[in-house]
């Protein structure tokens, strides 16, 4: 295989492997933050727990799109009589997370934090049906990418109440999910299979999707697969595992910025990617991507922790860690 082939069969089994497996990693985070919430009993003190959504999450994003409004707003002449049009566009970038593009996720939680203490308060057997009910519906495939809209909600926030159910229920759905490994390896195989085969022909109906409903039953399925190992290590400090669960959210919040402006400068793809061991062959390639993929994860927790060390506790108010 040519060169030219090698980097063309590289780069479409890369993208391959992004849509399966990390398209819609999303249901993920949130259902971590549906876990937590209730996990950590917001509902015994609602102020203390929209006072660390405010510092650790609204006010890093607040702060962080100003300043990328102001960065990329400084590229080109202004005059007074563009205030208004500016200002308008702010406000939008604000409000729909524009400023970056992970940046959609903090709106959107933000009316879920918003929600979350009304949502806690519903009585145990409501929420429980509540919950069931809801669970069906990220099966209509409403997601909207990085849109903030009303059927990524319809998609989204099920999820986020699977994760307070299984905080309320942890034992039994922990023993179920140990019960049903193997069902459970079968559909996320299944899914798997089904994915890869409509990986760029997807069947479209209105706001619906069929890939958004497979993924979602994918990620839910290797969720649960990964649940009872993680259960395992409760009772263990693994310094590692904590180490990123204390930075997870400002990983999340600050990977493009460090990808961008650091590694990308440092360390430019052109660069990994035209060593001989690593364009030997289409594998290779591949292979080289993971090992992109780590340094670009490690170098964002890198920067996180000596943010954290060179601001103190002031450095939430711009990473959230």
Known sequence: MGEGA????????????????????????IFVSGFLVEYLSATKNPLDYYGKKLSNVIVPYLIMSTLWFLWESSKIPQSAEDLPSLAGTYLSMLTYGKAQIQYWYIPFIAVVFLLSPLILRIPNPAFNRITLA?????????????EISAFQFIYLLPVYLQGIYVARNHDRVINLAKKHQPLLAFIALACTIALMYLHGNSIIFGP????????????????????????????????????????SFAIFFTHVTVSMYLVWKILPPETIYSLPLISASSYTLIMGSILYLFIKIFATLFCCIAAKKVLGSTSRFLIGA
Not at 6 to 29: E, G, K, N, P
Request: aromatic letters at 14%; glycine letters at 2%; hydrophobic letters at 50%.
């Open 134 to 146: 809801a669970s069906i519906l990220p099966l209509l495939g409403t997601r909207t990418g990085t």
């Open 6 to 29: 090698a980097y063309t069969h590289a780069a479409a089994m890369i993208r391959l492997f992004q849509q399966v497996f990390f398209h819609d990693s999303t249901i993920y985070f």
């Open 208 to 247: 619906t999707s069929l890939s958004e409903s497979i993924h979602y039953i994918h990620k839910s399925s290797i969720m649960f697969i990964v649940l009872p190992f993680l259960a395992s290590l409760e009772q263990k400090s693994i310094k590692a595992l904590d180490l990123f669960a204390t930075y």
